[in-house]
């Protein structure tokens, strides 16, 4: 299991084997051209790699809990028989040589803020927290659906516009599989919602489980969607760089 970190905890310089409780990992250094990674041999530590991404996570968090610094694991692969170094990220993004844009601000404070949500949670779920993505889509249906019935209502209603549209995509597939026979609307609120804005009786939500992260991705995902319909419907806000709007 090869799996990149983006940190300010203390790094070894050099390749350096660790023993973290009964397992063993190796860290290797940034450079040039990778990022620090650490690594773990599957067969010898008896892991899947859910298994072994979750032990990871628990060994950044004690690191970010020691030098009082993040710890970001990046994601990654398995399949080498030994550590491979992970490259740096170097992620497209679109250019164009006729820039057009024509823009103005939205027209309501609303509309900023739900603008304002919707950036930090894609930027939390592009750098792995993805707990913040799905609080933050959820906070955008709030701007306007005030209380939990009000909010499960809007749920209700506009995921099921959102299952007729995109019934096919596996999303939408493996959110249903996730509900079990639960209302959507029941298990975004109590399973998403509650799940990653306490930790009480109610909430067991671990985020160094990699089962978990896995869970919240795959809600992440449909709630994005959501968040974006309740944007363009509420606040008429066009998704064109050039509209004037």
């Given amino acids: 299991m090869n799996v990149g ?60 809990w020691c030098d009082d610094s993040f710890a970001i694991a990046e994601g990654g692969w398995s399949g080498n028989p030994v550590p491979v170094p992970v490259p740096r990220r170097d992620l497209a993004f679109t250019t164009v040589y006729n820039y057009v844009f024509d823009r103005k601000l939205p027209a309501s404070e609303d509309g900023m803020r739900a603008l304002a949500l919707y950036r930090e949670a894609r930027n939390a779920q592009q750098n792995e927290f993805v707990s913040y993505a799905v609080l933050n889509f959820y906070k955008i249906i709030e701007i306007r659906n005030h209380g939990k019935e009000t909010v499960r209502k809007w749920f209700r209603q506009n995921f099921e516009a959102l299952r007729q549209e995109k019934a096919a995509t596996d999303d939408i597939k493996r959110f249903l599989d996730l509900c079990d026979r639960e209302p959507p609307e029941k298990y975004i609120h109590d399973s998403c919602r509650i799940a990653v804005a306490h930790a009480g009786k109610r909430s067991k939500s671990d985020p160094d489980d990699a089962n978990e992260i896995v869970r919240l991705h795959t809600a992440a995902r449909v709630m994005h969607s959501l968040a974006r319909k309740f944007i363009s419907d509420e606040f008429a806000v066009s998704d064109l760089m050039y509209s004037g709007d």
């Fill in 5 to 64: 970190v983006d940190n300010q905890v203390t790094w070894p310089i050099e390749e350096k084997l660790v023993k973290f409780d009964r397992y063993t990992l190796v860290l290797l250094p940034k450079t040039k051209d990778n990022v620090q990674s650490v690594h773990m041999d599957l067969t010898a530590n008896r892991l899947n790699p859910r298994e072994a991404m979750t032990v990871i996570n628990r060994f950044l968090s004690i690191m970010a």
